[in-house]
């Protein structure tokens, strides 16, 4: 054996482990809320203001035990930034025995318009702003821990039965059925928390 022909066999052999395992590996699975489309030419401006969570579909146990107890809720959302793509600060008010709450939350802007990022305590939260019109109805993704959760927000307290019914053909497409969606109250929501009821989640 020549001298090229050994050096030729060694290089062979010790190349021979790592190129079967790049033949093998398995590619990442896919990110379940990639999946989801984004609205088109997404404005956040467009989307700032006051929101009413209308419904949730989730395969939260604690939501589906305690379905009967939810609370109404309403969200401000304000634009954060100046560059086009603009973090969002959001501000959730609801009752939560009997006093009422505001929950403050950052929404890290990531490359792509509609998608954000919430980042806190233990996995951080994609979100994604699958399709809005601004002016009536918001239908947003959440994914934690691969697993996702759908809301419908509304302009006004109701939205019209047109905007439940995408809303519901929605959450089908993505695996939820009618025992794991759920409506909230069109009463009792919250307008203001005083300093001492004030949860400050912000992380920027």
Not at 60 to 76: D, F, G, P, R
């Amino acid at each position: 054996m020549g001298p090229a022909t050994f050096l030729f066999l060694s290089a062979l052999l010790l190349a021979s482990p790592s190129c079967a395992q790049r033949r093998w590996m398995r590619p990442p699975a896919e990110n379940p809320i990639d999946k989801i489309s984004i609205q088109a030419n997404f404005d956040p401006n467009q989307f700032a203001g006051k929101w009413f969570l209308v419904g949730v579909a989730s395969r939260c146990s604690y939501l589906s035990e305690n379905s009967h107890q939810l609370e109404a809720t309403n969200v401000v959302v304000s634009v954060a930034g100046t560059t086009p793509s603009k973090s969002l600060l959001i501000g959730t008010s609801r009752p939560m025995d009997g006093i009422c709450w505001n929950i403050k939350q950052f929404y890290h802007a990531t490359k792509t318009p509609g998608r954000y990022l919430l980042k806190g305590r233990g996995s951080p939260v994609d979100v994604v702003v699958g399709e809005t019109d601004y002016s009536s109805y918001a239908i947003v993704y959440y994914q934690k821990a691969r697993k996702i959760t759908a809301k419908l927000y509304g302009r006004n307290i109701r939205v019209s039965d047109a905007m439940v019914t995408k809303f519901e053909e929605r959450v089908v497409a993505v695996g939820f059925n009618e025992d794991l969606t759920y409506y909230f109250p069109t009463y009792g929501f919250c307008d203001v928390a005083d300093q001492f009821h004030i949860l400050d989640g912000l992380i920027s």
